[in-house]
């Protein structure tokens, strides 16, 4: 899921692990028909790429995708449990050869069907190097995905000498017929049904091979709606897909996700209420003092726990910010108490690891103690910094509550250090991301994350193995990365205590510095009812309805 801040509300912590090997169908939504005219209009930003779900690891293109594409699996709206989907069946013997077993009618909104090659073309095409791919890591563990991305000989890393693979098909993806397919991993993974409705395993049509350029500017998706017109810029609409057979279809006809470059912007069409916009899934810090969206929308806000973790990244590929005494001094030095007190009204909860608590198997104070303010101490760590400051902090402005998050956390680095530290605005999440993947950061960054699947795992691998998918900083540690590969091959506790013992570790280097976990607090128009916010902090578009 995501870059967020991936993609992608629920107190209770869900259980991720151990879940049986033959997932139960998913029930009925309550939707069906579609019923008032006119499109409901969401608040979203800019996709950082083309709309291809092996490039799509952020949020702005991510919200899109989960509407447009249906996987072997969908997660629960109300707990995350994930339900087979297109799936008729997930079985191993062992966690490792796994067999799948496909629906038959499911089909692509251009009328193709959906068949074990639309998984195993599209995951093969992902993984292929050349293609480059930001989510080809999600098929590191399939056997022959090393030989689509061969390593140079002369460093054991991949560079522009990198030798073109000599196959485009990974041995561990067998087409048995057209409603099955076998996957071998190189290693047990008793989670891995988890991970399969996240949106890097979406199928693709045969169109898509014809050119993948063209499809990402208006893909073609096998789930409730299909885009019928818009761009990045502007902003994409989406009609619900007659005759789909999911079990999340649709009631209302027509959804425009709206960009906009300032969320006080939205939230002013918010408050207007003229149909300009009908849902904002987080409102901009103003609007959170002495709880101020609650009275503005009377009975149409929700203000829940989603798996959201936001953080501050430090750029080790930069001279000085792979000096564990940098990370340790700045994370000292950030006043998370008063931040999300009064930035934020106490909506948001000072971190103290990495993983969210709505997960199972989160555990309080992994970064202990350089997670409490303790502007002393912090400097005591600088003084020991090969690097000192100055500081800069870079964020996307088009975020809500981004800048004003930014500015509070240098000034206390300020306050704490002694140091210059200033907030550094990129225009939208686009142009922000894009940087970051380029390697582009001098300084530190704002990360977040939205968790993709319930799990531990989905919070640690994806971000911090080394050269994984959303490791935007290039942190490494080779027995981090162990234990991330031990615990995907255990069950239940054993697997949960592995994981906390890899988030341990991230303390050691502190290069990435979390900072609250997050509540989001949502709120939408009088023109529509049924709104639920997921776990995921995504709206359930299957039961929202538009007033007649």
Known sequence: MRVNTRRRWATVAVAALGLPLLLAACGSSDGGSTNAS??????????????????????????????????????DPDTAIPNNAVAKSIESPDNKVWTIKLNDNYTFSDGTKVTANSFV??????????????????????????????????DNEKTDNTPTPTTKTMTG?????????????????????????????????????????????????????KITGGTPDKGFTLEAVDGYVGPDKPTVKTVQFKTYQSPQAAYADMRADNGSLDLMNQVPPSALAKNAYQSAFPGR????????FQSMTLPEYVKGYDDPNLGKALSLAIDRDTITTKVFNKGRTPATGWVSPVVQGYKAGACDPYCAYNPAQAKQFLQKAVYKGPFSFAYNADGPGNKDAAEAICNSIKNA????????????????RT?????????????????????????????YVTGASANDGGYSNKQFDALITKAATQKGADSLTTYQQAEQLLSQQMSIIPLWYQAQQSVWSTRVDGVKVTPFSTFDLSTLRLKS
């Open 38 to 75: 006119g499109a409901v209009k969401v608040f979203s930003c800019k996709p950082q790429n083309p709309l291809i779900p092996t490039n799509t690891n952020e949020v702005c293109g991510g919200d899109i995708l989960d509407n447009v594409f249906t996987g072997l699996v969908s997660y």
């Open 121 to 154: 073309d599209a995951w093969n095409w992902g993984a292929y190097g050349p293609n480059a791919q930001l989510n080809s890591y999600f098929f590191a563990t399939f056997a022959g995905y090393d030989a689509l991305n061969p390593a140079d000989p002369d």
């Open 173 to 225: 993806l067998q087409v048995v017929s057209p409603t099955e397919f076998k996957v071998t991993l190189t290693t047990p993974q008793s989670s891995f049904p988890v991970q399969l409705g996240y949106t890097a395993f979406d199928p693709l049509p045969a169109s898509f091979f014809t050119s993948p350029e063209a499809f990402g500017k208006k893909p073609i998706g096998n789930g409730p709606f």
């Open 301 to 308: 806000f929700v203000n829940k726990p989603v798996g959201v």
């Open 417 to 432: 250090l002694g140091v210059v530290c200033n907030a550094k605005a990129y225009t939208d999440f686009d142009t922000f």
């Open 435 to 463: 940087a970051v993947v380029a390697k582009e950061m001098t300084s530190a960054f704002r990360t977040g994350w939205q968790m993709d699947y319930p799990s531990m795992e989905n919070f640690l691998a994806p971000l």
